[in-house]
Antibody
Framework: EVKLLESGGGLVQPGGSLRLSCAAS????????MSWIRQPPGKAPEWLGV??????????EYNPSVKGRFTISRDNTQNILYLQMNTLRAEDTAIYYC????????WGQGTLVTVSS | DIVMTQGALPNPVPSGESASITCQSS???????????LNWYLQRPGQSPQLLIY???TRASGVSDRFSGSGSGTDFTLKISSVEAEDVGVYYC?????????FGSGTKLEIK
């Protein structure tokens, strides 16, 4: 059974940093592109970026809205996806999801990030 | 960026009636390989989005055949035949033709 479990969310002050994790199981992690998507309260999801699979050199693509502040990485020995978020702003407040990017058939339950003083 | 524009539903929809949700893209999502790079999702209250349809018209595994997707390169429709209480939530379309991937603003379905 495919499982994706995000963690690391919480309350952070503006200008601060946070690293989110997504533990994956039930599939061959290195075969899949993995993405991060966020959803502000009451709004539509926003795709943040993707890290490609082993066959494509684990390269990354980012939404221009977060490029330069957010970094996606992966630990392929422990099957964990990461999202490093720097210089956080109030508008980064959202539920953050990880998802596989073959079909977007599998999403985690999300982790809430609140940016507030 | 490709902009995805969704239409509204005349809520609430009577149980057992059909409902059609529209989505329009600012650029054709038809790839040269003949596939149309559009997904549909349902997000039930308090849950993560659930994939319903991919490649514009292919139902995801385990999805009821009451859901069907159709369209052209820029205009798309998700049809729900005989709506049920479990169909309540917000429906999103998403293009995955080019980066950044983008979602529509969502269409809420309420049942009477």
């Amino acid at each position: 059974e495919v499982k994706l479990l995000e963690s690391g969310g919480g309350l952070v002050q503006p200008g601060g940093s946070l690293r989110l994790s997504c533990a994956a199981s039930g599939f061959t992690f290195t075969d899949f592109y993995m993405s991060w998507i966020r959803q502000p309260p009451g709004k539509a999801p926003e795709w943040l970026g993707v890290i490609r699979n082993k066959a494509n050199g684990y390269t990354t693509e980012y939404n221009p809205s977060v490029k330069g502040r957010f970094t996606i990485s992966r630990d392929n020995t422990q099957n964990i996806l990461y999202l490093q978020m720097n210089t956080l702003r109030a508008e980064d407040t959202a539920i953050y999801y990880c998802a596989e990017q073959l079909r977007f058939a599998y999403w985690g339950q999300g982790t809430l990030v609140t940016v507030s003083s | 960026d490709i902009v995805m524009t969704q239409g509204a539903l005349p809520n609430p929809v009577p149980s057992g009636e059909s409902a059609s949700i529209t989505c329009q893209s600012s650029k054709s999502l038809l790839h040269s390989n003949g596939k149309t790079y559009l997904n549909w999702y349902l997000q039930r209250p308090g849950q993560s989005p659930q994939l319903l349809i991919y490649w514009m018209s292919t139902r995801a595994s385990g999805v009821s055949d009451r859901f069907s997707g159709s369209g052209s390169g820029t205009d798309f429709t998700l049809k729900i035949s005989s709506v049920e209480a479990e169909d309540v939530g917000v429906y999103y379309c998403q293009q995955f033709l080019e980066y950044p991937l983008t979602f529509g603003s969502g269409t809420k379905l309420e049942i009477k």
